[in-house]
């Protein structure tokens, strides 16, 4: 009885096995793609440094098919939430150098300091796409006088509540070799990413010009412009960062596009796909006193 | 090059010794006794005759000694006490060879051996011949693949084809009748071993499917190897194809002509001076565009070509010299480019040329085989006028092996030293990446295989010592094979370490993708390499496969297999969005394995087999980004060959002169990577405007692997008949290839949707005439 329980249990797995291959190998037909509700990516920079705002538009498409010169057929406003104001975006037309045709929508104003923008995007039989950026604060950079115990730093205070700090660095300008300045003078950028500290009120960095020298030294050397009986005469130093809304975060602090290219990767767009930020350039240049530079291991004549 | 410490190489060199006195030990032992040795070969034609036993008695009738002569004809007898003894040469079909022979103590004889064919036991031969090969009979992952076997399966021409042959196993995927990949086993086609006469060969598979560069004309045997191959094949992970090809017939000068809307084939083969020289030549060339793609509603835009030749002598008669040449070439356009670009077209060419001498000396008892051989392959992928990827490897191989017999032991040992030089330029989407290397030492191997037999148990450990490029100390790779005979049953298993230097990089997110670049792993001491993710690590499996075959009767014979892969240091390419292939490769680690089984049918005038395999293959690939994407380490996926499901089945009968041969196979659906859409992707890194920063598309897949395409499923059916007269034959075929016109999807462009599909329904009509 057992054995005919089994078997009929084996007859009936077989049976079902059969029925399967055989209603699946009957299908010919592939769903290859899957399809979205969701209906633009966006990809663009906010900034009150520039008159004019720009933000590119790819349409959520279910082909790759051959891009065309012809218009997206979709409505792109912003509204200033701070104020209300709302702007109609224009529609433009640009060949890359592949000669695919990309949509860039654009709109002649200023992002102002603080405030929050958002950005929709309507197509036809499209649901409506949409991202907010945020605008961080008019922040000041102060220098601080530097200080020397065992080595020469010298702090600098990032002034306003701004959100994050990208592409932190301080470039040195030196002179490398006797003779005129022109043709012996070079900048040497220094990685600062990542070294800003949040403080109430804003960030610090502290330059470290001793570490910073040994630094030069070595790049210098590897350019073949390091001269021993010479070494290196600061002419000045700037601090160069972005000051950016807090979704600009790509993962560890690096933009690289293998992985940013990921859908979903440092996206702040709500039904879309993209990324939209908002933020301004920060520099500031300054020269130290002589005794500091000299501490530092620079020369100062 | 990195000092080793002394202890190491030692230890090496103590290794190196052991293995070699252990390759030595059976010449030593033969030391002060008779040995004969010789070739038995067909004297109708002077072909080899394998398989031929030769016995030899003492004079009062007790068997003493005995062999059979291998693929080439060759024997060799040793540790015979002096006397006279009785010499019998048999063989199934042909008349037996009696002599008598008085040997003297450390006399070293050579004696040649032609069989007259017995017209009466013909029918016999193919008996024999269907018993030692068959669709039933493996051994552990080996099977032994004859002509005959290769001509039962229908295919649009009149001659058999080792292709149409390979995608009919169980563990063998092919993406379908185009595209001249074979993934055997859960193994890629670039970790297959293939061989014709021991020169390698990377990409000898058509671009259609039905046809490679061995077809049955040409073809003396086939050895396949699933896995758990031995020692004296190194330096790939997933299989062996080693295919020995024939001698021109030495008496007189045979060939054949066919055609077909297919392909068209000319052999011709003589004797350039009798009994001593022969040629064997022969041609194809596909007839697609001027033939079966203007009647069916499909271009083929397909073609290719392959041109095989073989020179063999009779230096001595104590050796053979021959010289094999083979050279193809495949072109074909795989739909459109991305974004209406030009349509991607793909072409290969073969080369290879390749010199033996086998020897038996009357001063060693041994046979020893010399060899050097120069393959390569040449790839080349995008628009026709100006391919944006090609990638080339070429191979200078010197090799010697030696059999050394014994009464009941064998052993086998070789050398094997590579050069290899690779080149690939990767334009275009493919971030124009140049990379190479000059022919270099690639790898110096030694091997030793002995076999020991004891009644029905037969076993076959080995090692195999391989040098590589990548680092000084040599890589151990232990092999076993073993079978045991009871009666009508047959249990057999085999195992063993298995790595690879060069590897064949691919987009896995398409099987269908024919272009394979070709690299090596770097040393891991360059200071260039500290980044390269391969930098010293091998490509490594292990394989374990144990099997049972059971041949209760003559007409019946099952069997059933089950195996497992264990691998380790693949590298794949980086998962990526974008619409192309990139570079960035990742560590990866895998598995295979699965069961299959085999039943075949003999009984006159029916003939039949029916295949099934299981199979699961899962790679777990470790990129950086996998957790930031999909909050998971690593990234576990089926990939595009893990086909779960295959069935095949054959069904031939022999009525009134008629064979009539009918097809079908099942192979359920594979693994492909399903979009969500299409968009564009702008590097967001500066505050700047974005109309002045590169857009790229960009493709939006839902998780990797996660669709499985339809199933494929496809009956083909063929009926020959072959007319004989004086001195020639005309043989007439009717085929119908996926007689039900199946559509079986072969390539889809998930960016496209553009869909090719494999052959509709195709009817088709072919002659051969052949002479002798």
Same mark, same amino acid.
């Given at each position: 009885?057992?054995?005919?329980?089994?078997?009929?249990?084996?007859? %009936?797995?077989?049976?079902?096995?059969?029925?399967?291959?055989?209603?699946?190998?009957?299908?010919?037909?592939?769903?290859?793609?899957?399809?979205?509700?969701?209906?633009?990516?966006?990809?663009?920079?906010?900034?009150?440094?520039?008159?004019?705002?720009?933000?590119?538009?790819? &349409? %959520?498409?279910?082909?790759?098919? &051959?891009?065309?010169?012809?218009?997206?057929?979709?409505?792109?406003? !912003?509204?200033?939430?701070?104020?209300?104001?709302?702007?109609?975006?224009?529609?433009?037309?640009?060949?890359?150098?592949?000669?695919?045709?990309?949509?860039?929508?654009?709109?002649?104003?200023?992002? !102002?300091?603080?405030?929050?923008?958002?950005?929709?995007?309507?197509?036809?039989?499209?649901?409506?796409?949409?991202?907010?950026?945020? %605008?961080?604060?008019?922040?000041?950079?102060? %220098?601080?006088?530097?200080? !020397?115990?065992?080595?020469?730093?010298?702090?600098?205070?990032?002034?306003?509540?701004?959100?994050?700090?990208?592409?932190?660095?301080?470039?040195?300008?030196?002179?490398?070799?006797?003779? &005129?300045?022109?043709?012996?003078?070079?900048?040497?950028?220094? !990685?600062?990413?990542?070294?800003?500290?949040?403080?109430?009120?804003?960030?610090?960095?502290?330059?470290?010009?001793?570490?910073?020298?040994?630094?030069?030294?070595?790049?210098?050397?590897?350019?073949?412009?390091?001269?021993?009986?010479?070494?290196?005469?600061?002419?000045?130093?700037?601090?160069?960062?972005?000051?950016?809304?807090?979704?600009?975060?790509? &993962?560890?602090?690096?933009?690289?596009?293998?992985?940013?290219?990921?859908?979903?990767?440092?996206?702040?767009?709500?039904?879309?796909?993209?990324?939209?930020?908002?933020?301004?350039?920060?520099?500031?240049?300054?020269?130290?006193?002589?005794?500091?530079?000299?501490?530092?291991?620079?020369?100062?004549? | 090059?990195?000092?080793?410490?002394?202890?190491?190489?030692?230890?090496?060199?103590?290794?190196?010794?052991?293995?070699?006195?252990?390759?030595?030990?059976?010449?030593?032992?033969?030391?002060?006794?008779?040995?004969?040795?010789?070739?038995?070969?067909?004297?109708?034609?002077?072909?080899?005759?394998?398989?031929?036993?030769?016995?030899?008695?003492?004079?009062?009738?007790? #068997?003493?000694?005995?062999?059979?002569?291998?693929?080439?004809?060759?024997?060799?007898?040793?540790?015979?006490?002096?006397?006279?003894?009785?010499?019998?040469?048999?063989?199934?079909?042909?008349?037996?060879?009696?002599?008598?022979?008085?040997?003297?103590?450390?006399?070293?004889?050579? $004696?040649? $051996?032609?069989?007259?064919?017995?017209?009466?036991?013909?029918?016999?031969?193919?008996?024999?011949?269907?018993?030692?090969?068959?669709?039933?009979?493996?051994?552990?992952?080996?099977?032994?693949?004859?002509?005959?076997?290769?001509?039962?399966?229908?295919?649009?021409?009149?001659?058999?084809?080792?292709?149409? /042959?390979?995608?009919?196993?169980?563990?063998?995927?092919?993406?379908?009748?185009?595209?001249?990949?074979?993934?055997?086993?859960?193994?890629?086609?670039?970790?297959?071993?293939?061989?014709?006469?021991?020169?390698?060969?990377?990409?000898?598979?058509?671009?259609?499917?039905? /046809?490679?560069?061995? @077809?049955?004309?040409?073809?003396?045997?086939?050895?396949?190897?699933?896995?758990?191959?031995?020692?004296?094949?190194?330096?790939?992970?997933?299989?062996?194809?080693?295919?020995?090809?024939?001698?021109?017939?030495?008496?007189?000068?045979?060939?054949?002509?066919?055609?077909?809307?297919?392909?068209? #084939?000319?052999?011709?083969?003589?004797?350039?001076?009798?009994?001593?020289?022969?040629?064997?030549?022969?041609?194809?060339?596909?007839?697609?565009?001027?033939?079966?793609?203007?009647?069916?509603?499909?271009?083929?835009?397909?073609?290719?070509?392959?041109?095989?030749?073989?020179?063999?002598?009779?230096?001595?008669?104590?050796?053979?010299?021959?010289?094999?040449?083979?050279?193809?070439?495949?072109?074909?356009?795989?739909?459109?480019?991305?974004?209406?670009? @030009?349509?991607?077209?793909?072409?290969?060419?073969?080369?290879?040329?390749?010199?033996?001498?086998?020897?038996?000396?009357?001063?060693?008892?041994?046979?020893?085989?010399?060899?050097?051989?120069?393959?390569?392959?040449?790839?080349?992928?995008?628009?026709?006028?100006?391919?944006?990827?090609?990638?080339? *490897?070429?191979?200078?191989?010197?090799?010697?092996?030696?059999?050394?017999?014994?009464?009941?032991?064998?052993?086998?040992?070789?050398? #094997?030293?590579?050069? $290899?030089? =690779?080149? #690939?330029?990767?334009?275009?989407?493919?971030?124009?990446?140049?990379?190479?290397?000059?022919?270099?030492?690639?790898?110096?191997?030694?091997?030793?295989?002995?076999?020991?037999?004891?009644?029905?148990?037969?076993?076959?450990?080995?090692?195999?010592?391989?040098?590589?490029?990548?680092?000084?100390?040599?890589?151990?790779?232990?092999?076993?094979?073993?079978?045991?005979?009871?009666?009508?049953?047959?249990?057999?298993?085999?195992?063993?370490?298995?790595?690879?230097?060069?590897?064949?990089?691919?987009?896995?997110?398409?099987?269908?993708? $024919?272009?394979?670049?070709?690299?090596?792993?770097?040393?891991?001491?360059?200071?260039?390499?500290?980044?390269?993710?391969?930098?010293?690590?091998?490509?490594?499996?292990?394989?374990?496969?144990?099997?049972?075959?059971?041949?209760?009767?003559?007409?019946?014979?099952?069997?059933?297999?089950?195996?497992?892969?264990?691998?380790?240091?693949?590298?794949?390419?980086?998962?990526?969005?974008?619409?192309?292939?990139?570079?960035?490769?990742?560590?990866?680690?895998?598995?295979?394995?699965?069961?299959?089984?085999?039943?075949?049918?003999?009984?006159?005038?029916?003939?039949?087999?029916?295949?099934?395999?299981?199979?699961?293959?899962?790679?777990?690939?470790?990129?950086?980004?996998?957790? =930031?994407?999909?909050?998971?380490?690593? =990234?576990?996926?089926?990939?595009?060959?893990?086909?779960?499901?295959?069935?095949?089945?054959?069904?031939?009968?022999?009525?009134?002169?008629?064979?009539?041969?009918?097809?079908?196979?099942?192979?359920?659906?594979?693994?492909?990577?399903?979009?969500?859409?299409?968009?564009?992707?702008? =590097?967001?890194?500066?505050?700047?405007?974005?109309?002045?920063?590169?857009?790229?598309?960009?493709?939006?897949?839902?998780?990797?692997?996660?669709?499985?395409?339809?199933?494929?499923?496809?009956?083909?059916?063929?009926?020959?008949?072959?007319?004989?007269?004086?001195?020639?034959?005309?043989?007439?075929?009717?085929?119908? *290839?996926?007689?039900?016109?199946?559509?079986?999807?072969?390539?889809?462009?998930?960016?496209?949707?553009?869909?090719?599909?494999?052959?509709?329904?195709?009817?088709?009509?072919?002659?051969?005439?052949?002479?002798?």
């Amino acid at each position: 009885m057992r054995l005919l329980l089994w078997l009929s249990e084996r007859t %009936v797995f077989f049976l079902a096995l059969l029925f399967v291959l055989l209603t699946t190998g009957c299908e010919e037909d592939v769903t290859a793609i899957l399809g979205t509700e969701k209906a633009f990516t966006l990809y663009g920079v906010l900034t009150p440094q520039a008159d004019t705002q720009w933000v590119r538009v790819y &349409p %959520v498409e279910e082909r790759l098919e &051959p891009t065309r010169a012809e218009s997206l057929n979709a409505s792109f406003t !912003s509204t200033d939430l701070t104020t209300g104001q709302v702007k109609t975006w224009q529609d433009s037309l640009i060949q890359e150098e592949d000669g695919r045709y990309s949509h860039v929508f654009w709109a002649p104003f200023r992002a !102002s300091y603080g405030h929050a923008y958002r950005l929709e995007v309507s197509g036809a039989d499209k649901a409506t796409t949409r991202v907010e950026a945020n %605008v961080p604060p008019e922040t000041e950079i102060v %220098v601080e006088e530097p200080r !020397s115990l065992y080595d020469v730093r010298q702090l600098v205070k990032i002034q306003g509540k701004v959100p994050r700090l990208l592409k932190l660095m301080v470039v040195y300008e030196v002179k490398y070799k006797s003779g &005129p300045s022109a043709q012996s003078v070079t900048e040497v950028p220094i !990685s600062y990413e990542g070294k800003a500290s949040s403080v109430d009120g804003g960030w610090e960095i502290e330059v470290l010009l001793s570490r910073d020298y040994q630094d030069i030294r070595e790049k210098l050397k590897a350019r073949g412009l390091w001269q021993v009986g010479y070494g290196a005469r600061l002419f000045g130093i700037t601090a160069r960062m972005m000051a950016v809304n807090k979704p600009w975060n790509p &993962p560890g602090g690096k933009f690289d596009p293998e992985v940013l290219v990921q859908p979903g990767t440092m996206s702040n767009v709500n039904n879309g796909f993209g990324f939209v930020g908002a933020g301004f350039h920060l520099e500031e240049s300054w020269l130290p006193d002589d005794e500091y530079v000299e501490k530092a291991g620079f020369r100062t004549d | 090059m990195s000092v080793l410490p002394f202890k190491r190489t030692l230890g090496v060199a103590q290794l190196t010794l052991f293995v070699f006195v252990l390759g030595l030990f059976p010449v030593l032992s033969h030391a002060q006794q008779a040995t004969i040795s010789g070739f038995v070969t067909d004297a109708s034609d002077g072909q080899p005759l394998e398989g031929a036993n030769i016995l030899l008695e003492s004079i009062s009738g007790e #068997t003493v000694k005995g062999a059979a002569a291998d693929q080439d004809g060759s024997y060799l007898i040793g540790g015979i006490p002096s006397g006279r003894h009785a010499l019998t040469v048999s063989f199934i079909g042909y008349e037996v060879y009696r002599d008598t022979l008085e040997l003297s103590e450390d006399e070293a004889r050579t $004696v040649n $051996v032609g069989l007259a064919p017995d017209e009466e036991a013909l029918e016999e031969v193919l008996v024999e011949a269907e018993g030692t090969a068959g669709a039933a009979r493996v051994n552990a992952g080996h099977q032994e693949i004859r002509p005959r076997d290769l001509e039962r399966i229908p295919s649009p021409d009149v001659a058999g084809d080792l292709a149409s /042959y390979l995608s009919t196993q169980p563990g063998v995927v092919s993406v379908g009748d185009r595209g001249g990949k074979v993934f055997i086993r859960g193994g890629e086609p670039s970790q297959n071993i293939v061989q014709l006469d021991g020169m390698p060969l990377y990409q000898p598979f058509h671009v259609l499917g039905f /046809y490679s560069a061995f @077809p049955s004309d040409i073809i003396s045997n086939a050895d396949i190897y699933a896995g758990g191959y031995g020692s004296q094949y190194g330096g790939a992970l997933s299989s062996v194809i080693d295919v020995s090809t024939r001698t021109g017939n030495k008496k007189g000068f045979a060939g054949a002509v066919s055609a077909s809307p297919f392909i068209s #084939t000319a052999r011709l083969e003589g004797p350039l001076i009798k009994d001593r020289l022969s040629l064997i030549v022969s041609g194809r060339r596909s007839m697609l565009d001027h033939g079966a793609s203007q009647y069916i509603d499909q271009p083929l835009l397909f073609s290719f070509s392959d041109v095989f030749a073989k020179l063999h002598s009779k230096p001595t008669e104590a050796s053979r010299l021959w010289i094999t040449g083979l050279k193809t070439y495949d072109r074909g356009t795989l739909g459109k480019g991305v974004e209406g670009s @030009p349509a991607q077209e793909v072409r290969w060419e073969n080369q290879a040329i390749g010199l033996h001498y086998l020897i038996l000396p009357r001063w060693l008892p041994v046979k020893a085989d010399l060899s050097i051989s120069r393959s390569g392959l040449t790839s080349e992928f995008g628009p026709p006028e100006k391919p944006v990827r090609s990638s080339s *490897i070429n191979t200078t191989r010197l090799a010697v092996d030696a059999t050394f017999p014994g009464e009941s032991y064998e052993v086998a040992a070789g050398w #094997t030293i590579d050069f $290899v030089g =690779l080149e #690939t330029h990767l334009g275009g989407m493919f971030q124009n990446i140049e990379e190479g290397s000059p022919p270099t030492l690639h790898q110096i191997a030694y091997y030793v295989a002995p076999e020991f037999r004891w009644g029905g148990f037969a076993v076959r450990p080995g090692v195999r010592m391989q040098f590589y490029n990548v680092r000084f100390d040599p890589y151990l790779e232990p092999r076993l094979r073993m079978s045991w005979d009871v009666g009508m049953h047959h249990f057999s298993a085999a195992g063993g370490l298995y790595q690879q230097e060069v590897v064949g990089l691919s987009d896995r997110r398409d099987a269908a993708n $024919v272009f394979t670049a070709w690299t090596n792993i770097p040393r891991r001491e360059d200071d260039e390499n500290k980044n390269d993710v391969r930098a010293g690590r091998l490509a490594r499996a292990w394989h374990g496969i144990a099997g049972y075959r059971v041949r209760p009767n003559r007409w019946f014979e099952l069997s059933v297999e089950g195996y497992y892969k264990e691998l380790s240091n693949l590298f794949i390419s980086e998962w990526t969005a974008f619409p192309r292939l990139t570079t960035r490769l990742q560590p990866a680690t895998g598995h295979s394995y699965g069961a299959e089984t085999r039943i075949e049918l003999q009984a006159d005038p029916f003939y039949g087999y029916i295949n099934y395999g299981l199979s699961f293959t899962r790679y777990q690939a470790r990129q950086a980004s996998l957790q =930031l994407w999909y909050g998971t380490e690593a =990234l576990d996926f089926r990939p595009p060959h893990d086909r779960r499901h295959q069935v095949n089945s054959l069904l031939g009968v022999t009525l009134y002169g008629f064979d009539l041969n009918l097809q079908w196979a099942f192979g359920s659906g594979r693994p492909f990577s399903r979009a969500i859409g299409f968009d564009g992707f702008v =590097l967001v890194d500066d505050i700047e405007n974005v109309a002045n920063s590169p857009g790229n598309r960009r493709v939006i897949y839902e998780k990797p692997y996660n669709g499985i395409l339809p199933a494929y499923h496809r009956l083909d059916v063929s009926l020959e008949r072959t007319f004989v007269f004086d001195a020639a034959e005309l043989t007439l075929q009717g085929s119908l *290839i996926n007689a039900y016109n199946r559509r079986n999807i072969f390539y889809l462009n998930v960016f496209t949707l553009q869909r090719a599909d494999q052959l509709p329904l195709v009817p088709s009509i072919g002659l051969k005439l052949a002479f002798e």
